[in-house]
């Protein structure tokens, strides 16, 4: 399976199941295309007869005098025309041979063996407040309630979700244990009690924690600012962008903006941090389709790691991404990905979350298919020790699968989610970017579908642009080089 | 070749040797916490 697409002038060839990329000119695109059609089911290789059907159909396109220079021929010189697609030709058999091209998909068994394998727990996010001190109106947890009550996470809860983790963890050693909310500044002291634990613990366990934490800022000051500097490996600081953006839809309780108050606080986070391991985190609506403008106000202000990332929401919300609104915000995509190249060249660049895509040092195939291991490999916690399969079941209590005290007691249901990966949706199967998401996301297929193993189509659509835009970034950065 | 310029990058088939670690990181702890985001991700067993 391929993908070709054009975007920004460049064209584009994915072979989807090797993850290779190719650039290439639109001789070759078109060729690619011809050979993909004509192309042995088996070997993947064309005839000597459909070989001259695709010289033939080339030919008949490009024997204009206007595509002369594309083969740096003379016009009228048709012969030497001709060559030069036998010799395209030629490449594109080369690249199948090198298994860069017209690759299958081998990876369903292995996959299945892997998802065999005993289940170990890497990772938690920990409620540590169900309480916030913003009310935000697309809050999935309902401004830190979570369709439940207010409430802070004892150190005592946060104690055993830790010990937890380390017992169920086998062999893995870097641990990640991210602190939630609602608002985690809320329970900052618990916060900070926790990581002085887990610090104590990972020596006598051969551990590594990776800390984080997500906060909206407000309570952020010198020496919260200091702590996270030095325990948090990742900090993602929320914010929407433009201010009007922001405070439309972030406002406090009593209904005043929480731009004015935070930005400075994390301008100043970012420069500490070195303009590394943080990001600037912000949620587009309906409200700002032109949400590219919220990225560049990000960049403007010196920010070099930013996420600005879709509302998910149901319809019946306002501001909810509709399926109408996705062509504006594709071009959106283009638009931001054409203003990150020219940042670039003028040594401004920043990281965009969606955009970044690691061709030659990325995950593994087994990472890429299996999904995201929420109810598997992460877990939730709740404050007062309910184990969740992620943050956006917390509240759902058919999803409750077990607690700190007990462990995991709905082993059916994380049995669920271990078969929960690409092969198991048939959309993904069909899907060039299944590489890239690993199945999508459950949460969101549980909102809009009632089941766990389906899609969020509006989310995969938007996911494709993005791994479209991605790549042409790469392509831009490898053709630049030259 | 002339008219195809294959980037840099690893073939995921190579990597059914090594792979399966588990030791990345899981995918929705990095920023996201509303998609599932693999692709941008760095294996952490090169």
């Known amino acids: 399976m391929i993908h070709q697409y054009k975007n920004n002038g460049y064209n584009i060839v994915l072979d989807v199941n090797s993850g290779m990329i190719h650039v290439v000119d639109d001789?070759?695109?078109?060729?690619?295309?011809?050979?993909?059609?004509l192309r042995d089911t088996k070997t993947h290789m064309v005839s000597e007869k459909d070989k001259e059907t695709i010289v033939a159909e080339i030919f008949n396109k490009y024997n204009k005098p206007e595509y002369a220079e594309l083969f740096e021929i003379e016009p009228g010189n048709y012969d030497e025309m001709k060559s030069a697609i036998q010799e395209s030709i030629?490449?594109?058999?080369?690249?199948?041979?090198?298994?860069?091209?017209?690759?299958?998909?081998?990876?369903?068994?292995?996959?299945?063996?892997?998802?065999?394998?005993?289940?170990?727990v890497k990772a938690l996010c920990l409620h540590i407040a169900h309480d916030c001190n913003l009310a935000c109106r697309y809050c999935f947890a309902e401004e830190g309630e979570y369709h439940g009550h207010r409430e802070l996470m004892s150190y005592e809860?946060?104690?055993?979700?830790?010990?937890?983790?380390?017992?169920?963890?086998?062999n893995r050693r870097n641990l990640e244990v991210d602190f939630f909310g609602g608002e985690p500044l809320m329970n900052f002291e618990v916060v900070k009690e926790l990581v002085k634990y887990g610090r104590e613990q990972e020596k006598l366990h051969n551990k590594k924690f990776r800390f984080t934490l997500t906060t909206n800022g407000i309570l952020l000051d010198n020496e919260v600012e200091e702590f996270l500097n030095k325990e948090m490996s990742n900090v993602v600081l929320s914010i929407d962008g433009r201010k009007e953006v922001n405070d439309l839809m972030r406002p406090s309780r009593n209904g005043k903006g929480s731009y004015d108050i935070i930005i400075p606080k994390f301008i100043k986070l970012a420069e500490d941090r070195n303009q590394t391991n943080?990001?600037?985190?912000?949620?587009?609506?309906?409200?700002?389709?032109?949400?590219?403008?919220?990225?560049?106000?990000?960049?403007?202000?010196?920010?070099?790691?930013?996420?600005?990332?879709?509302?998910?929401?149901?319809p019946e919300e306002s501001y909810s991404i509709r399926e109408e609104d996705i062509p504006k915000i594709c071009q959106e995509y283009d638009k931001l990905a054409k203003y990150m190249l020219k940042k670039k060249k003028e040594g401004k660049d920043f990281n965009f979350f969606h955009f970044m895509i690691d061709l030659s040092g990325g995950p593994c195939v087994a990472k890429r298919l299996s999904g995201c291991g929420s109810g598997t490999e992460y877990l939730a916690v709740t404050p007062w020790g309910d184990f969740y399969p992620c943050h956006q079941f917390v509240g759902e209590t058919e999803y409750l699968m077990g607690n700190v005290y007990e462990g995991i007691k709905r082993t059916d249901l994380r049995e669920d989610f271990k078969q929960c990966n690409v092969y198991s949706k048939e959309?993904?199967?069909k899907c060039f970017a299944r590489f890239y998401c690993s199945g999508g996301c459950a949460a969101n297929s549980y909102k809009f579908q009632g089941q766990i193993d389906d899609t969020y189509d509006i989310g995969c659509e938007l996911q494709r642009k993005r791994v479209e835009c991605a790549i042409m970034l790469k392509a831009a950065e490898a053709v630049g080089e030259e | 070749m002339k008219r195809i310029k294959t980037l840099n990058t690893r073939n995921l088939k190579d990597t059914m040797k090594k792979g399966g670690c588990g030791e990345c990181q899981t995918s929705c702890q990095s920023a996201c916490k509303t998609s599932c985001t693999v692709g941008n991700q760095s294996c952490e067993n090169k």
């Open chain 1, 278 to 314: 943080y990001y600037v985190r912000g949620t587009f609506t309906r409200n700002n389709l032109d949400f590219s403008e919220d990225v560049k106000h990000f960049a403007e202000l010196g920010f070099k790691q930013i996420s600005v990332e879709p509302v998910v929401s149901l």
């Open chain 1, 27 to 37: 001789v070759a695109y078109d060729i690619i295309a011809l050979f993909d059609k």
């Open chain 1, 157 to 170: 809860v946060g104690k055993r979700a830790l010990d937890f983790l380390i017992a169920n963890s086998g």
């Open chain 1, 427 to 429: 959309k993904c199967k």
């Open chain 1, 90 to 120: 030629l490449d594109v058999e080369q690249l199948v041979k090198d298994g860069a091209l017209f690759t299958e998909d081998i990876y369903e068994n292995y996959i299945n063996e892997f998802k065999n394998r005993e289940t170990v």
